[in-house]
């Protein structure tokens, strides 16, 4: 992304004077898919393509003036109006700098001009890139940095929940903040602990296919999803007392089973993805630390099939291309991120590559009409101010 493009915008739009510029990435997910807010692992690393922003403040008690500059839309408001702006990208804004001033950032008027090149709607979480972009921004001119890297996070993901309608894990946000290049990163969503996984495939590479059928969040079945993992730890926790169970994480396939007939099929499929998913995070990390990436691939592809017909949160083209990488011999294919749309992330043999990405645009164009859009991964840095 280009810096003086974001700052000729912030000066044109505003009163001439320049800011401090910040930027923060959208991520990849090698595997771990709705693991999250079930207190499981997940397995993201930060990538090349984000959020960047100039801000400064504008000397006003609590009046912010924002621009979206791929969207050319400008909008103003108050921080201390209980209801907000209604622009979708404005609420981000808005909710971040609640939520910075609910952890003691003394946050007053601002202008902010910001702009993007996480594909929106590809389950890449532009999101949370604008929630740790603004966040970073918010500490460094109101908060002097007190505000540790793991309560941006929380910020973040408080922003989606109290602002956005959406109530997800932490995953995005946590990736968007600590991500490092050439890493993923494995985070225990319960513990929070996490390690730094340096990812070199010898011989493979990452490449995401974008349906371009966009994935929306915001009052979707992502919450329904959600509230079937919790149900069924209800029961599980009626059943047992004496144990404690806050999140599937705590629940065996065994204590699933006693509860299967009273939960009802659909929340009892929704588990069983949760269960098994989380079994497959752990054999992919042993798998990655003895280098054997098929076995990362069969998982993927486990997880796809899970997310299909268990959490039922693909359609039909992402399935279709999830064939198309089978049928080209593929290492692991899956859909990423919350689903309903979006990208497949594909493990795929370099000697393979030239032929299954042709292959995957013809025959997508056949079915659907357009060419799905193809991201080479590259894994990049988190959160940073930039200048
Ligand atoms: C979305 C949410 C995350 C996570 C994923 C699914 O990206 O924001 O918290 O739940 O879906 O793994």
Not at 55 to 63: K, V
Not at 98 to 127: Q, Y
Not at 303 to 317: A, F, I, M, R
Not at 354 to 379: L, W
């Amino acid at each position: 992304m280009d810096i003086e493009f974001v700052r000729s915008r912030f000066i044109k739009h505003f009163d001439g004077k320049t800011g401090n510029v910040y930027a923060s990435p959208g991520r990849i997910n090698l595997i771990g898919e709705h693991t999250d807010y079930n207190g499981g692992f997940v397995f993201p690393g930060a990538v090349d393509k984000g959020v960047m922003a100039e801000m400064r403040a504008n000397g006003t008690e609590d009046t912010v003036m924002a621009y979206a500059i791929d969207l050319k839309d400008r909008v103003d408001f108050k921080l201390s109006d209980p209801n907000g702006p209604r622009a979708s990208w404005a609420r981000y804004i808005y909710g971040i700098a609640l939520e910075m001033k609910k952890l003691g950032v003394p946050v007053k008027g601002f202008n902010i001009a910001f702009a993007g090149d996480v594909p929106l709607g590809a389950g890449m979480s532009s999101s949370a890139a604008m929630e740790s972009c603004f966040a970073c921004g918010l500490n460094d001119i109101f908060g002097e940095n007190k505000v540790s890297q793991w309560d941006m996070v929380l910020a973040g993901q408080a922003t989606e929940h109290n602002y956005c309608g959406v109530n997800c894990g932490i995953m995005d946000q946590f990736a968007s903040v600590f991500g490092k290049a050439g890493c993923l990163m494995r985070l225990d969503c319960r513990s929070r602990e996490f390690e730094y996984f340096p990812f070199k495939p010898d011989g493979y590479r990452l490449v995401l296919l974008d349906s371009v059928v966009k994935h929306q969040l915001a009052g979707s079945p992502y919450n329904d999803r959600r509230n079937s993992c919790e149900n069924v730890v209800k029961h599980i926790q009626a059943r047992h007392p004496e144990g404690k169970f806050e999140t599937l994480r705590d629940c065996t396939w065994e204590q699933l089973e006693e509860v299967k007939e009273e939960v009802g099929a659909e929340d009892y499929k929704r588990a069983k993805f949760v269960l098994g998913e989380k079994d497959r995070v752990l054999a992919v990390c042993d798998a990655l630390n003895e280098g054997d990436y098929e076995k990362v691939g069969e998982m993927m592809y486990k997880t796809h099939e899970g997310l299909s017909k268990d959490y039922e949160v693909s359609c039909e083209e992402l399935d279709f291309l999830n064939d198309i990488a089978k049928e080209n011999g593929v290492t692991g294919s899956r859909i990423m991120g919350g689903g309903f749309g979006g990208c497949t992330i594909n493990l795929v043999r370099n000697d393979l590559y030239k032929k299954f990405i042709e292959d995957a645009k013809k025959r997508f164009n056949e079915k659907y009409g357009h060419e799905p859009k193809v991201y080479d991964v590259v894994i990049g840095d988190g959160s940073r101010k930039i200048c």
